[in-house]
């Protein structure tokens, strides 16, 4: 049976919701699925997706100079794979140097100086890598590179800030020049999208200097002035052929988000990172500049410790839930920043992502009787914010103004940011945390829900989710994974006590001029990552 | 030069130099009553007790402060001033990368001030009462009441955003032609002229017109001399020592005070290295910015009491 497609019934909605659907990093595959769902025929599907991702993808030119402008730098911006930890780093490390894998739209690792990843019980694994990769010194990479690269992260003496997730590779040894073996300590089959995160670049071996950047990757450092500025120029021979398109890239930071407005405005940079939605109608609203808004990023959450007063008592927890407005938070705090989110960390655009898991609806009367059980009305409850966690102080106005209407009393305390994260978090019995995308299920959830994970924000404690939890990371059927997973969602959701109403969209600036960017669910400038795939339209 | 002046001199150094010792101490003591550390800060969110511990160890931070601090003080009397710990850098190559661009910036801000305002203030006072007079003194009461921030702001969405005649940033690319340089240095150097001059024109017509009321001046008035000769030749002179000061103590600022113009214009000058170095509690950056901050400023107070030392016709 084939369904004639009826052109009058497509309206501009449906053009958004591909779009939308686009920017949330479906695929064309997703994207026919939706449209046949929706009684399109493959055949004109194609071109409604075309119109959508016209502002997506064009072809890409080479040269220019890009300028672009982050929104933070300080003194300690760094070239060093053990010490990134801003977002600008981040954007270092991808610009100079590789990763054996990077992670896509769905957050499913792909090769990149790995040629493939073997392993039979997912905890000893082979890496076979590229051949004819050369540094930027002339260097030809091989596997001491990797073995160095990969063993400075799990030193404890160099403090690497992703030590936490490294130290689980207990061996890595080179097999032969183009093979690296690593054994972990325990097995989990996600290791190919951990290599894949910010941190696992690869360094030639034995570099201890990093004023400037000795790596692989499209650029290669001209200068770098720590607070100041990067600039990268083209490395004529980058092993990809079709990437590296403009001749420069600069970055610098300005933490002043008017600042940076204007300079877009008066054209002296191409893409200001992460801007808010204060800044978004003078965007939109000029021609020669565009916004590209990626869903997810990072999350603000309500944390309730379930082993201090008052969150002890479950009728306080389950009033607060049907208490939080996502609808008032998403139109009023985040103004379209943000889309609603069901009380657990996965995000939409992971291809684990339980749709089922439906978050509680907002109904004032049913958290007025739970608060009522628990003998909370009048008194007044302690709420601690800061702006450390984004957009929290709004939050809770919100969530303070509904409370006072049921008679509920929530006493709002401001902390400033320095230090926030130290003396508050997880510290105080009801407050907000914010927490940054990571790439796989298994980080969020053994960071933060494993029952003696040192993240453990409400202190939810499950035998049974601990267990599952192994068991998921340890399998290499995907869907006994996309299962388990799927089943941990429903499991926090309802019983953990982190309330997480939204997930924070971030939106960068452009000039129309650039081109080859597209939203990625792991935060701004295409999950930190734009100088394979940026162009410039001169 | 009597031995009087070189005693009085003398004496104004010796001070100068326990108040930068006494400033050292107070900075380093009130950084470390600050909340958190430099380990701490580092870290941030991802912190843990061990990790924390690891770290300081590494830095060095796990001894006492007071050890820290003569650590420090000795380093930089035999011309070393530390490690950035969270740059891993030397101090002082972060400072020489900074220190030109906050000394052109306040060289060419002085270069303009000082002509322009203690010329307005002069003219103001010779032609006391005039419509001259009158326009400069409001002026100078508008400027001062304006803040910086939105005087800066203003012109950026004017010469900017909307005419686009001068560059949002002044953030020079280091391929600069003349030109560039001198388009990107109007807008952040209006502002803090407009910021500094209007306490020196006021200062300085006062302290003339002050002159002005005295009775030599009067005698010099009387002798006939022209309101120019008498304002120039006879109550100038007698004005210097407040002239001066005002002078010193608007400009000292123009190396530490300068953050609102480094952050709209996006300047990578000494101020903002300084602000980086106490939100991450990076001891011998903010010792090293603080120690500059205030020398400067003791040149200028120390330049301007000797002027007005030698100035001085009692001591002469």
């Keep these: ?538 | 030069m009597n031995k009087r002046i070189l005693e009085m001199i003398g004496g104004r150094l010796a001070i100068a130099i326990l108040s930068l010792f006494l400033v050292s101490l107070a900075v380093f003591f009130i950084t470390e009553l600050l909340p958190g550390d430099t380990a701490q800060e580092l870290l941030g969110q991802a912190v843990t007790t061990e990790a924390a511990a690891q770290l300081r160890e590494t830095l060095g931070l796990d001894r006492p402060a007071i050890l820290r601090y003569f650590e420090w003080i000795f380093g930089l009397l035999t011309g070393d001033l530390g490690y950035s710990h969270v740059s891993d850098r030397p101090v002082a190559n972060l400072v020489a990368e900074r220190l030109p661009n906050s000394l052109t910036l306040a060289a060419i801000t002085m270069a303009i001030t000082i002509p322009l305002a203690l010329g307005l203030g002069i003219f103001a006072a010779i032609w006391k009462g005039s419509i001259f007079d009158r326009a400069i003194s409001s002026a100078a009461i508008m400027l001062v009441s304006f803040p910086e921030f939105m005087i800066a702001t203003l012109l950026v969405m004017w010469l900017s955003v909307y005419m686009q005649w001068l560059p949002a940033l002044s953030f020079i690319p280091a391929t600069a032609d003349f030109r560039t340089i001198v388009l990107a240095f109007i807008m952040p150097v209006s502002v803090l002229v407009f910021g500094s001059c209007s306490q020196m024109i006021r200062l300085s017509r006062a302290a003339i017109a002050d002159a002005m009321a005295t009775p030599y001046v009067e005698m010099a008035m009387l002798k006939g001399a022209s309101r120019s000769r008498m304002v120039l030749r006879h109550a100038l002179p007698n004005a210097v020592a407040p002239i001066v000061n005002s002078v010193a103590l608007s400009m000292s600022g123009l190396l530490g005070g300068v953050i609102i113009v480094e952050t709209v214009f996006n300047y990578p000058g000494l101020a903002k290295l300084m602000v980086d170095g106490v939100s991450t509690r990076d001891m011998p950056l903010i010792q090293t910015c603080s120690m500059i901050f205030c020398g400067f400023y003791l040149v200028l107070i120390t330049a301007a009491d000797i002027i007005a030392i030698l100035s001085n016709p009692r001591l002469r």
């Design chain 1, 1 to 538: 049976m084939t369904h004639q497609f009826d052109k009058s019934r497509w309206s501009r909605n449906d053009d958004s919701a591909v779009e939308n659907a686009i920017r949330r990093g479906a695929t064309r595959r997703d994207l026919l699925r939706m449209l046949a769902a929706g009684g399109v025929v493959a055949a004109t599907a194609g071109t409604f997706i075309g119109s959508a991702q016209n502002a997506v993808a064009q072809t890409p030119k080479r040269g220019g100079a890009l300028r672009v402008a982050l929104n933070s730098t300080s003194t300690a911006d760094t070239l060093d794979p053990v010490r990134a930890s801003a977002q600008g780093d981040y954007m270092r490390m991808s610009t100079f140097y590789n990763k054996l894998t990077v992670l896509d739209n769905s957050f499913t690792p792909q090769m990149e100086l790995a040629e493939s990843f073997d392993t039979k019980d997912a905890k000893v694994w082979t890496i076979k890598l590229k051949t004819g990769v050369t540094f930027h010194n002339g260097k030809t990479m091989d596997s001491a590179d990797v073995v160095y690269s990969l063993s400075r992260h799990v030193d404890p003496k160099l403090t690497s800030r992703a030590n936490a997730l490294a130290k689980a590779m207990i061996k890595i040894e080179a097999v032969d020049k183009n093979t690296v073996r690593i054994e972990l300590d325990q097995p989990n089959a996600d290791l190919p999208a951990i290599l894949g995160t910010y941190h696992f670049v690869i360094i030639p071996e034995g570099t201890t200097e990093f004023t400037k950047a000795v790596g692989t990757g499209p650029y290669m450092t001209e200068v770098f002035e720590p607070g100041i500025r990067t600039v990268g120029k083209r490395n004529p021979n980058y092993f990809k052929s079709d990437a590296a398109f403009v001749d420069s890239i600069e970055m610098f930071g300005i933490p002043d988000e008017n600042a940076r407005v204007n300079a877009l405005l008066s054209g002296d940079i191409h893409i200001g990172a992460s801007m808010d939605a204060r800044s978004a109608p003078l965007i939109k609203n000029n021609p020669a500049l565009r916004l590209m808004v990626a869903p997810g990023g990072s999350y603000t959450n309500l944390n309730i410790r379930m082993d201090m007063e008052p969150g002890s008592k479950k009728d306080f927890i389950d009033g607060v839930r049907a208490l939080i407005n996502r609808d008032a938070i998403n139109r009023a705090v985040l103004r379209g920043f943000g889309e609603p989110h069901n009380d657990q960390p996965i995000q939409r655009a992971s291809r684990y992502f339980n749709a089922d898991v439906v978050p509680p609806t907002f109904d004032p009367e049913r958290a007025k009787h739970h608060f009522e059980k628990a003998g909370l009305i009048g008194v007044g409850i302690p709420l601690i914010c800061s702006e450390a966690a984004k957009a929290s102080p709004d939050m809770a106005m919100v969530l303070q103004q509904d409370a006072a209407k049921i008679g509920v009393k929530i006493d709002v305390q401001r902390m400033p940011a320095d230090g926030y994260w130290s003396n508050q978090w997880i510290k105080a019995p009801f407050h907000f945390g914010n927490i940054n995308a990571r790439p796989t299920a298994d980080i969020l959830f053994s960071l933060l829900y494993k029952s003696d994970a040192a993240w453990n924000e409400s202190r939810y404690v499950d035998a049974k989710f601990d267990k599952i939890l192994l068991e998921a990371r340890g399998s290499l059927d995907e869907a006994q994974r996309k299962q388990i997973y799927g089943e941990m969602q429903a499991m926090v959701a309802k019983d953990a006590a982190t309330i997480i109403p939204a997930y924070i969209a971030s939106a960068d600036a452009m000039s129309t001029k650039v081109g080859g960017l597209n939203p990625h669910p792991l935060g701004m400038l295409q999950g930190y990552n734009i100088a394979d795939t940026v162009w410039l339209d001169a």
